[in-house]
């Protein structure tokens, strides 16, 4: 059976958030302080891709779109700093919850810059996905947490800047482009990291994490780009406020507070009828159409 161009693209986002979402929690058990994570973590992902790009001769993908691939690396590297800043600063559940605004970022970008008009679907997704959020926001009832919460609505904005990045420059390569990342949120981290100070547990999970984990994630993402307008893929990140609530919830005891549970059961909700209206339509467009189908 052939995937359509949006089932394919469906189908590498919903796997590389699932994947996505276990990112908190790693970044728990690797217990260690934020900078020798953001090293190690972009270390390796350079590591594991880099050298893939070699292997494969993607190198030569950076020859078309110079420019806007340095400034996905750069977002991507910022991105990855960030977010383990904000984890280290607050509680999962308050990050995972302003990532969901990534979507809105990924719109107003969008709109701005490429043009594109956001599917009427789409944005009421966004909107009843944020009022699930702000229920799962009023029930964690933390105010102090200020630091933590800026660098996750930082990363927000970069994650939706990217997004719309990769839109608009389809010819990027995404596994350069990250390898590219990983090595410059490394290098700024290195000052500020004890690299070599950990015990062989926590450098397991920094393994895990960044030759396995956040590669394969973010690859899946990125690549949804080339199928899916920036808004949908940045709709998705909200699976990752649900999930990566529950996975140190269930594993390490954080409990989500009732109301949390309620938002992020919206969220879930939400995205599926989202998703299953995307089908819909794309179905009836194939039936229109039938040469559509994704090659």
């Known amino acids: 059976m052939q995937l359509s161009v949006y089932q394919r693209g469906l189908l590498m986002v919903v796997l590389g958030v699932v994947l996505l979402s276990f990112d908190g929690l790693l970044i728990r058990l690797a217990d260690t302080d934020g900078w020798t994570i953001v090293f190690w973590r972009g270390f390796l992902m350079f590591c594991v891709l880099g050298i893939m790009c070699c292997v494969g001769n993607r190198l030569t993908a950076l020859r078309s779109n110079p420019f806007p691939s340095l400034a996905s690396a750069l977002l991507l590297g910022l991105i990855s700093s960030l ?43 966004i909107a009843v996905c944020m009022l699930g959020m702000s ?30 990045l990769l839109r608009r420059y389809p010819a990027i390569d995404p596994m350069t482009v990250i390898a590219g990342g990983g090595l410059l949120s490394a290098a700024v981290a290195l000052p500020m990291a004890s ?26 993402i990125n690549s949804a780009t080339r199928y899916l307008p920036s808004t949908e893929v940045a709709l998705f990140y909200l699976v990752e406020t649900a999930l990566g609530t529950l996975w140190v919830w269930w594993l390490l005891g954080e409990a989500p507070t009732a109301t949390t549970q309620l938002g992020g059961s919206v969220v879930i909700m939400v995205l599926v009828l989202h998703a299953w209206i995307g089908l819909r339509l794309e179905r009836q467009r194939l039936q229109l159409y039938p040469g559509f189908i994704g090659k």
């Open 83 to 125: 977010f383990v800043l904000a984890v280290m600063n607050a509680n999962v559940a308050n990050v995972v919850v302003i990532l969901s605004t990534a979507p809105l970022f990924a719109a107003l970008f969008s709109r701005i810059f490429l043009g594109e008009r956001v599917a009427q679907r789409t944005l009421v997704a």
């Open 135 to 164: 229920l799962v926001f009023m029930g964690e009832g933390d105010m102090g947490m200020l630091a933590g919460n800026l660098y996750a609505l930082a990363t927000a904005a970069a994650i939706g800047g990217n997004l719309t």
């Open 195 to 220: 690299p070599l100070a950990l015990d062989a547990q926590r450098y397991g999970v920094l393994a895990l994490m960044g030759l396995v984990q956040m590669p394969l994630a973010t690859v899946l």
